[in-house]
């Protein structure tokens, strides 16, 4: 049996992860973290996410959650989950990190403690969207320049960071089979006299707004024909079953820095 603490748990991947804990056979949730400010603190964390207690009392305390965890899931916030990542590469707990929204800084910090402790980082824990990243890369590899590369993305009002971090996960793998970086192609706005299209570049399109759950779509536009990748996420539940399967498959790892095209063998 794994331990896992769910770092976020009164989030609304944290309030779909703990039951999918709760009900596995392997995995048994063994802490829970809030903000300390949050008002599910002393609250049961089953009771929070919908279900009958699982005698988990949320914390405010990242030590108290993570007390006899082997492994972290983490949905805080960019600053919550270096934090985190600290106490675990201090503590020797494996990570599955799902937060979004880290800059270069963070990431090279993840990157770092990641050579002390298992860390699978992720933009999107859907299997089906990973898959879709590897997919991505493989078209943009079999179609030239002549194709301009356009992500288009939607989600619900409350969402802070844009564009978001599977829109950026699809472009990077999209620039990984054309050869290049998204820093080097990326083309995040567009406003006023713009000018053609430059040939290479890969465009960006975002929508807030409502209760969207995720939409992307990677769209190939080439000469006489118009080729799309797309996912829809109609709740949830398939972030947390991957945030969950990526649980199960780090526990046990050596050291590094992980994606979910590793858990998936791809």
Same mark, same amino acid.
Request: glycine content about 12%.
């Given at each position: 049996? !794994? ?21 596995? $056979? ?29 005698? +988990? !009392? ?54 770092? %403690? ?14 089906? !969207? ?7 890369? %493989? ?5 030239? *320049?002549?194709?301009?590369?356009? +992500? ?11 564009? $978001? ?17 998204? *820093?080097?192609?990326? =083309? ?16 960006? $399109? ?6 969207? +759950?995720? =939409? ?42 992980? $994606? ?7």
């Amino acid at each position: 049996m !794994v331990n896992v603490a769910m770092l976020g748990a009164s989030g609304r991947m944290g309030r779909t992860i703990v039951p999918l804990l709760y009900e596995a $056979s392997d995995l048994r949730l063994s802490g829970a973290l809030v903000a300390a400010d949050d008002g599910a603190v002393g609250h049961d964390a089953g009771v929070i996410s919908g279900m009958a207690s699982v005698g +988990v !009392v949320v914390s405010r305390d990242p030590a108290q959650a993570l007390a006899g965890a082997a492994v972290a899931i983490d949905f805080t916030l960019p600053a919550a989950s270096i934090a985190n990542a600290r106490l675990c590469a201090e503590r020797g707990c494996a990570m599955v990190i799902g937060t979004t929204g880290h800059d270069s800084v963070q990431r090279a910090e993840l990157e770092a %403690l990641a050579t002390r402790i298992p860390v699978v980082l992720a933009p999107n824990m859907s299997l089906g !969207v990973n898959l879709l990243f590897k997919l991505a890369e %493989l078209a943009a590899r079999a179609l030239d *320049e002549q194709y301009d590369i356009e +992500v288009f993305e939607a989600h619900h009002r409350n969402k802070v960071d844009a564009p $978001s971090g599977t829109a950026l996960g699809l472009a990077r793998a999209a620039a990984k089979g054309r050869g290049r970086t998204l *820093e080097d192609v990326a =083309e995040y706005a567009r406003h006023g006299q713009t000018g053609i299209r430059e040939r290479g570049r890969i465009g960006f $399109s975002v929508v807030r707004g409502g209760d969207i +759950v995720g =939409e992307h779509r990677l769209i190939f536009a080439g000469p006489g024909e118009q080729v799309e990748l797309a996912h829809t996420a109609q709740d949830r539940s398939s972030f947390a079953r991957g945030a969950v399967a990526a649980a199960r498959w780090v526990a046990g790892r050596t050291p590094g820095l992980y $994606s979910m095209l590793d858990v998936l063998g791809l």
